[in-house]
């Protein structure tokens, strides 16, 4: 238990423990104190110097953000110094924006435009510098497009994509009044190592990094009568989609983000869970495969262990860092680009629809996903197998746009075919899910009993952000055909964050890790925590988020992937078989080794 | 020269007949002893910001913690400082024996010199009298080695914490403090920095002790300094000189008969117009300086000199906080304003209240100090801002 200390801010004792910092403990006091370049999942800048406040007995103005308090400290945060200071700050970080907020994707959802508002500003204190600067602004990349214009220069970007992505895509050039945030050798984001993950979208306080948005190519689709446009929703999207239209954090609106698709014009509303299940048929009969050609038939060209591949910025990530390891990587596709896949091929089929007439649109909690529908090899119906990606964000957007209003709109169910899911598939938006769905149904698959965990819940895997979390799962018992089986304990791993990702990768690499089955997610919990979800973001909302993922599968009549029976009819009566001709064609695919620079 | 002031030999003096004694009777006393000294001796750091040496070397000597350093500052890259380079290439075995002595007192093994950019041409005789100061340090059965690291020509890496960063392979930029480098420093370990003059200035406290010391200067600013004196003068160059004295006596001996100003320590320090030379002492009670005595004549447009020193904090902020990177664009595109009658002479109120602002909420001593010359060079000569 650390030590207390009190300390008085605005006349208030507050009492707090060692190493709190002043902003810490007048947030705890209820008193506000504006901030931009804080975020509680980064390390502390102290850069923009908005929340400085006045300290006794310093002759300057301290950061509160940055300075921790003391026993004693006396703090004011609204002397007229204070309040000058800070309106001068944010004066002169707009002198240096483009701030032409209505032309801006982040109106009204913009950290400086809200401080402007706050400061009243508008006086044009100082001199307008935007005219005489040279921003570029790189929309060359299928996800992600960086304006600098817009940029404040709070590094949050930065930091996030060092310390929480270990990816460091971003950095600081230059210096004094040509610094900015840049790529290596400045080349555009799509021919350096970002991943698209979207984690510094998620962070930044402006509009300098957007995702680059489909809104109006959709309403176009939908609006032309030749064709036929189907939606599929990730199971992220619908404990988040409510954030973005009001609601508080932890909300499941599944019933009503089907009831506002619909009223949107989709034709189909489907569902990715489907696909999610079916990747953990084919996932789980992969693993097993290997399993079998390693122990018993010594095969030496299989590589374990094998890690999951539905997320596709650890996909990039794993083809820039570890192009040695792609062997690794599981051959399936993500749900997303099985279910583009399967649209315009077995959908069509079942559905009579010509697959040419088909727009396939997807909402993700992700930005990565843009990337990945826009892979070449991501064409294995003949077609575009994903024509357009959403965010969560950019759903949000076209219910606003349509005037629903979404919080009266009823619960409405998913179409059919390629809409029925199970509680395996929506955890596959929280991290050490996919882990967690593929072993309720290997270890049925193997023993023919049901995962020897209360309801199911297999929570040594559950994973937790900011950690890694290894565990080991013993088979017992085992059919006749899996005996080699018999005794197995299953090593798992889950990683969230690709900063983890790189540390389990890394001891893979070295061998200095004996595993059988990893799980990575690119983003901080997960596809809750998607670069795609609604902002803002940080732990206590993606908390909340993980709670309701837990709830809506604790709530699904169907809770094992294999076990869905529009999965078992896809089988029959198309697929064949898992790992089958078929499958192979349409559901798995392979990887590009690139690299660093 | 005549006496109107007050020249000292301490820096460049001879100060014994054996090489590195006063390192060798320096390692037999207590460190609470030197310490002690250094108190009584009233040092007070010669980069500019006058933190006294002994308490900094007593707090980090305090610091339980096993690896420590010290590390001396040499980016010397204040517009108009040039002593160090003097200092560095007259005298480098008391830098070395300085470091060396506060190496023992705080308890470090390591010590790094961190050299300006542009000085790589003194690295080849500097690292000559290394190698003869680590046998020196062998026969004398001191565990200390000093290493020499590079500066690339960044000004704000003379700002210590930055220069911490730029020591650790990182973007040279100023860290949030605390924590202090007594606590954190280079690689987060209780480091002492000080500047090349300062740790003359121990030797020599060592070897005169502080009695004699204390004879030079005044009750706030003791011992001698050395002033790299340029501008309009007739005798541009090193001098050593006593501390405390008034600026009128400067002028007399060091201006060309037509000084309208001084800037006293740089772009970073204050200028001084002609009527305030008789009230300003040169030393931590009056103007303090890291050396910089720049001398302006008649014919000098102090709008220009103010310019040019706003071009230079423009380039050299390192662009991290909004005040200082903002604020610097602001503040010389604002005079250019002015100048032209884009702006009203109202304006400059507003851009002084800016620098203001930037003076109590800038990160580090960079964007803190530009309001110390644009304020004192606009108050002072306002009329030559406007026309």
Known sequence: ?597 | MAELVQRVDLIFGEYSDEKYKVLEESLKRSNEDIIKDILDSGLRGRGGAGFPTAIKWKYTAEQPVKEKYVVCNADEGEPGTFKDREILSRVPRKVFSGMAICAKVIGAKKGFMYLRGEYRFMLPDLLKELDEFHAYAKKLKLDFTIEIRMGSGAYICGEESALFESMEGKRGEPRNKPPYPTVAGYLSKPTVINNVETFVNVVMICRIGPVQYRKLGTHDSRGSKVFSVSGDTPKPGIYELELGMPLIRFVEEFGDGDTKAVQVGGASGFCVPMKKFKDTIIGFEGVPTGGSMMIFNSSRSMYNVLHNYLDFFEEESCGQCTPCRVGCQQLKKGIQAVKRGDKPVVYLDQLMKLSETMKITAKCGLGQSVANSFSSIVNNFKEEMIY
């Open chain 1, 1 to 597: 238990m650390a030590n207390k200390l009190t300390l008085q801010i605005d006349g208030i004792d507050v009492t707090v423990p060692e190493d709190t910092t002043i902003l810490a403990a007048a947030r705890k006091a209820n008193i506000h104190i504006p901030s931009l370049c804080y975020h509680e999942d980064l390390c502390v800048a102290g850069n923009c110097r908005v929340c400085v406040v006045e300290v006794s007995g310093s002759k300057t103005l301290v950061a509160s953000c940055a300075m921790p308090a003391s026993e004693g400290m006396q703090v004011f945060t609204n002397t007229g110094k204070v309040r000058l200071a800070r309106k001068h700050i944010v004066e002169l970080l707009l002198s240096e924006h483009n701030a032409d907020c209505t032309k801006c994707y982040k109106n009204g959802n913009c950290e400086l435009q809200f401080l402007a508002s706050e400061m009243l500003t508008g006086d044009h204190l100082f001199l307008d510098l935007v005219p005489g600067k040279k921003y570029t602004i790189d929309r060359f990349n299928s996800a992600i497009i960086k304006d600098d214009s817009r940029c404040i220069r709070c590094q949050r970007c930065v930091r996030t994509c060092e310390e929480l992505q270990s990816v460091s895509a971003l950095d600081v050039a230059y210096k004094g009044d040509k610094m900015k945030i840049s790529t290596f050798f400045e080349n555009p984001l799509f021919e350096v190592v970002c991943t698209n993950c979207g984690q510094c979208v998620n962070r930044c306080p402006t509009g300098a990094l957007i995702e680059k948005n489909y809104v109006d190519p959709v309403w176009e689709a939908i609006y032309d009568k030749t064709k036929h446009v189907v939606v599929q929703t990730a199971p992220a999207v619908r404990i988040a989609l409510g954030e973005a239209l009001g609601l508080p954090p932890g909300k499941i609106v599944t019933g009503k983000m089907v009831a506002a698709l619909k009223r949107l014009g989709f034709d189909s509303v489907l569902d990715t869970d489907f696909t999610a299940d079916l990747t953990i048929i084919e996932e789980g009969h992969e693993l097993l495969s290997r399993l079998k050609r390693v122990l018993v038939d010594k095969d030496t060209t299989v590589a374990l262990p094998m890690t999951t591949s539905c997320s596709p910025g650890w996909i990039k990530f794993i083809e820039h860092t570890f192009p040695e390891l792609l062997p690794n990587l599981s051959s399936c596709k993500s749900p997303q680009q099985m279910f583009g896949a399967l649209t315009k091929t077995y959908y069509a089929q079942k559905r009579g629809v010509d697959p040419k007439n088909i727009i396939s649109v997807s909402v993700m909690p992700c930005t990565a996903k843009k990337f990945e529908a826009d892979r070449p090899e991501m064409r294995s119906s003949g077609y575009k197998d994903v024509d357009y990606v959403l965010t969560t964000r950019e759903l949000a957007i076209m219910i606003k746009q349509a005037g629903l209003d979404f919080q009266s709109l009823p619960n409405e169910s998913f179409d059919s075919i390629m809409g029925s899911s199970t509680g395996a598939a929506v955890i596959f938006g929280t991290t050490g899910g996919v882990m967690e769905a593929a072993l309720r149904t290997a270890y049925e698959i193997v023993t023919g009993r049901e995962v020897p965990f209360e309801k199911l819940n297999i929570t040594p895997v559950r994973g937790t952000e900011g950690e890694v979390r290894e565990a080991t799962i013993k088979i017992e018992k085992t059919k006749p055909e899996w005996k080699f089986l018999e005794g197995v304990e299953l090593k798992c791993v889950v990683a969230n964050g690709l900063a983890h990702a790189k540390r389990v990768m890394q001891n893979v690499k070295d061998g200095t890790a004996n595993y059988h089955f990893i799980e990575i997610m690119a983003c901080p919990g997960g596809c809750l925590g998607g670069g795609g979800q609604p902002i803002p973001t940080n732990p206590e909302i993606r908390a909340k988020r993980k709670s309701a993922i837990y709830e809506e599968d604790m709530g699904m009549p169907i809770r094992k992937s294999h076990e869905n029976p529009e999965v078992a009819e896809i089988y029959k009566d198309f697929l064949g078989e898992p790992l089958g001709h078929k499958s192979h064609e349409l559901l798995h695919t392979h990887y590009t080794p690139r690299k660093r620079y």
